[in-house]
């Protein structure tokens, strides 16, 4: 039996179709303007899925909150923990988020947009692993499934062994507001990840477990790194491991540079970026792409920014990530803030995946 | 419009040909792994019956099948060459598309073709029992038919991840009376050395040969037998395309382009190596002759032609071949088949000289080519087959648009019959395109320091 806490953001999604890019305490503006909740359509399909799995106990919220739409997908064998009144908020999510901590549960299943997941995240960290339902207005974290249908087949088949890590994004709903895309990596979450031993073929074990697939990228990057080279690792724990490797020890959510073996600068913003590669410095870049969503630059590392890219030069970009992370991640994408230079990304490009092993991996490029 | 060009029983050749005595040069000889001299045949001799390494050696031009083993090839042999009028008709091609269907063998694929012999000159030795190693399951299920025929006892190290995950090859290979081990086993040295290494290793090829060699190195009643690389291996393939040569005579064609695909080298040197033999001679100086391999391992196109250990332990010769490194473990594919660091010294040889060229493919190119194949011919086959099958439509969708009407003609090694998970997850969506990532892998080696 699995249990698993369930809830929903009902005002999430509401922003987007009224044009307020997020609803984060703006969920009275967004009826005004005509608005309606799209968080509790998204979660019935995934739930509908989910009905007839007798392996599952969900508790819940009441009404809108998560009680609401399993009655509508014909779940009965619930029960509600967390009780709320009139419109919920963060403040309840987080609540809810601390019920579900203490009902010792197996994964938390919610549908909201980046907001609630790092509500959620705020709670319980890395010791509950949660999944997203996509029904927000932006969904830049990981912790999301692509689609409604893909979160209830992760429900279905996780086992509570095959996790991912998963970046829990943060972005600045104002600058958004002002058309301004401002992402931060908030913090890296825990995620199912579809059972690591699926092709059941000819020869097939995908790496058990995802740790030893990080070491594994370590140790065959660690054997390309040369001296005198500045080698810049972005955000995660695939890099981290690569840090880990060479002994040092490298900030988690920030950007950093090592060069000779030893760090040179940790959370590094563009500028200092930029002052580390005067004088023909040779840098490489290794950069690990947002689960699921996919994206290699312009989500929560905009300090890679299209002067970098051009001066480090798009050869020296090694993309690396786990064989997990690029079963749940479809396309990979690059929003580096000029469209030319995004273009000459090509349409594939090679990951690093294991040591001395890779794969071709498909680049979403618009016409 | 004939569709199948067939010999018959008393037109199989009676003599394998043998692509040595047409190189400009010797082969490099085979080193030991300790000494790194040349091995003579006496090195060989505790694994392997002396018939055996004299073909392994020898520059003879034509070697005898001897009646015994003529009397169970004709089971199934000639087998048929088929012309391909439904996919070239399908790509609206001008080039004549044959395949040569090897899939009409007990076991379901080219690998009969070799271990008949083998285990009959080892039953002629007076040897008891052979021990060998399978991957995908192909190689030992072929063997375990023929030691059967034979009378020999057969044990099998099959790679870890196979036996679980393949388990109508590991019962064939019961039916045919074999045993079969999921390799590395505690039963070698060499195996349980790997378990204390890493106990939940899936194993490799490389792995698998070491404990199939140290069985019978360690067991003076049993040989070791190997489904590809070596000389006599390919040799005995060769009957494979001695038979395409006739069958294309019949129609009056001689291929402008000959295709196979590649993991150790036996399939394509099978179909290729007499038409290989005709280019070295003169008298078919044009003849393009190519190897499609997988992406993700590149042996003959990313791979750098040295000295190297065709297994995992360091028990076997070192052979001058193109080579990944002994140590390198291919990516999960389902082309396992394919899974191999090296490659037959014979087909380096000629790769390395330019008399053949090499194709890499990913996995999901590869297998819109087989649904192609299947939906136009009719017949599914083996992943490892798919490769030739999409070097071959590309072969002929480049004479679409230069209007050439060349003749294609590549290797059908196998059925795909038990590979149906392998199509499900093409049709899932969830086949992975592993590639060699031979660009940084060269950085890292040129690192590491040159042994003098």
Not at chain 1, 36 to 64: M, Q, Y
Not at chain 1, 311 to 340: C, F, M, Q, W
Not at chain 2, 312 to 319: D, F, I
Request: charged content about 25%; glycine content about 8%.
């Amino acid at each position: 039996m699995k249990r698993i806490g369930f809830l929903v953001n009902p005002i999430a999604g509401m922003g987007g179709a009224v044009g307020l890019k997020g609803t984060d305490g703006k969920a009275e503006e967004a009826r005004r303007r005509g608005a309606l909740p799209r968080a509790k359509d998204r979660a019935r399909i995934a739930l509908a899925l989910l009905a007839h799995d007798e392996n599952l106990e969900i508790l819940t919220c009441s009404g809108g909150m998560g009680e609401d739409v399993l009655k509508e997908a014909g779940i009965q064998n619930y029960q509600v923990l967390y009780r709320f009144d009139g419109d919920s908020s963060a403040h309840d999510t987080s609540l809810a988020a601390q019920m579900f901590l203490k009902a010792e549960v197996d994964l938390i299943l919610f549908c909201g947009g980046d907001g609630t997941a790092r509500d959620i995240f705020d709670v319980v960290g890395r010791d509950v692993p949660v999944l997203g339902i996509p029904a927000g207005v932006k969904m830049y974290s990981a912790v999301f499934a692509i689609d409604p249908a893909t979160a209830a087949e992760l429900v279905m088949k996780y086992d509570t062994q095959s996790l991912r890590d998963s970046e829990v994004m943060d972005v600045d709903e104002d600058a958004y507001r002002s058309g301004e895309l401002k992402t931060r990596l908030y913090g890296m979450a825990r995620t199912p990840a579809l059972p690591g031993k699926i092709q059941l073929s000819k020869h097939v074990f995908e790496e058990a477990d995802e740790d030893r697939a990080k070491k594994e990228i370590a140790r065959f990057m660690h054997e390309i790194m040369i001296p005198d080279v500045l080698y810049i690792l972005g955000a995660g724990t695939t890099t981290e491991s690569i840090a880990r490797k060479l002994g040092v020890h490298k900030t988690l959510l920030g950007i950093d540079a090592v060069k000779n073996g030893k760090i040179v600068s940790t959370d590094l913003d563009e500028k200092t970026l930029w002052t580390l590669l005067r004088d023909g410095q040779e840098a490489k870049i290794f950069l690990s792409p947002i689960g699921a969503q996919g994206f290699i630059l312009g989500r929560g590392n905009q300090q890679i920014s299209p002067r970098i890219v051009k001066r480090v030069g798009i050869r020296n970009i090694i993309v690396v990530a786990t064989p997990h992370k690029l079963r749940e991640t479809p396309l990979l994408y690059v929003d580096s803030g000029d469209s030319v230079l995004d273009k000459d990304f090509g349409d594939s490009v090679q990951v690093i995946s294991g040591y001395r092993m890779a794969q071709r991996r498909k680049i979403f490029q618009s016409l | 419009m004939q569709t199948k060009i067939l010999l018959d029983e008393e037109q199989m050749p009676k003599k394998w040909y043998n692509v040595q005595a047409d190189l400009k040069s010797p082969l490099d000889p085979p080193l030991h792994p300790k000494t790194q001299k040349p091995i003579g045949p006496e090195d060989l001799a505790a694994i392997f019956p002396m018939e055996l390494i004299r073909q392994e050696m020898t520059t003879d031009p034509h070697i005898d099948i001897p009646e015994e083993v003529q009397d169970v090839l004709r089971l199934w042999r000639p087998s048929p060459l088929y012309r391909a009028h439904r996919l070239e008709k399908f790509l609206k091609t001008p080039a004549r598309i044959y395949y040569k269907w090897e899939g009409v063998s007990p076991a379901g694929s080219h690998k009969p073709n070799t271990s008949i012999p083998q285990a009959y000159y080892n039953m002629k030795a007076g040897v008891e029992r052979i021990a060998t190693e399978t991957g995908a399951g192909q190689w030992g299920s072929a063997l375990a038919f023929a030691t059967m025929l034979f009378g020999l006892q057969c044990t099998i190290y099959m790679v870890r991840s196979s036996y679980t995950q393949k388990p109508y090859r590991k019962s064939m290979m019961h039916v045919w009376g074999a045993e079969c081990i999921p390799s590395p086993s505690t039963k070698t040295n060499a195996g349980r050395a790997m378990l204390e290494k890493d106990p939940d290793t899936p194993g490799s090829l490389g792995m698998a040969i070491s404990e199939a060699v140290e069985d019978a190195a360690s067991h003076s009643n049993t040989n070791y037998a190997l489904g590809s690389v070596l000389n006599h291996v390919c040799l005995h393939q060769t009957i494979i395309g001695l038979e395409c040569r006739e069958q294309l005579a019949m129609v009056d064609d001689y291929p402008d382009v000959v295709i196979g695909c590649v993991g150790g080298g036996s399939n394509f040197a099978g179909i290729s190596f007499p038409f290989a033999g005709d280019k070295l001679t003169g008298k078919h100086k044009d003849v393009d002759i190519v190897g499609a391999e997988p992406a993700s391992c590149p042996t003959l196109t990313k791979g750098l032609y040295t000295y190297d250990l065709a297994d995992e332990a360091g028990y076997t010769p070192l052979l001058k071949m193109f080579t990944l490194g002994h140590d390198f473990v291919p990516p999960s594919m389902h082309a396992g088949g394919l899974r191999y660091h090296g490659d037959s010294p014979i087909v380096s040889r000629l790769v390395h000289d330019g008399v053949m060229r090499a194709v890499a493919y990913h996995q999901s190119e590869v297998f819109d080519a087989a649904q192609t194949f299947a939906r136009s011919e009719g017949i599914i086959v083996a992943p490892e087959t798919a490769h030739a099958v999409k070097a071959a439509i590309d072969e002929a969708l480049k004479c679409k648009k230069t209007g050439e009407e060349k003749s294609i003609l590549f290797n059908c090694s196998g059925h795909g019959n038990f590979d149906m998970t392998a199509y499900d997850a093409y049709y899932a969506g969830s086949l992975v395109d592993y590639e060699y990532p031979d660009e940084l892998i060269k950085e890292a080696i040129a690192r590491i320091p040159k042994i003098s």
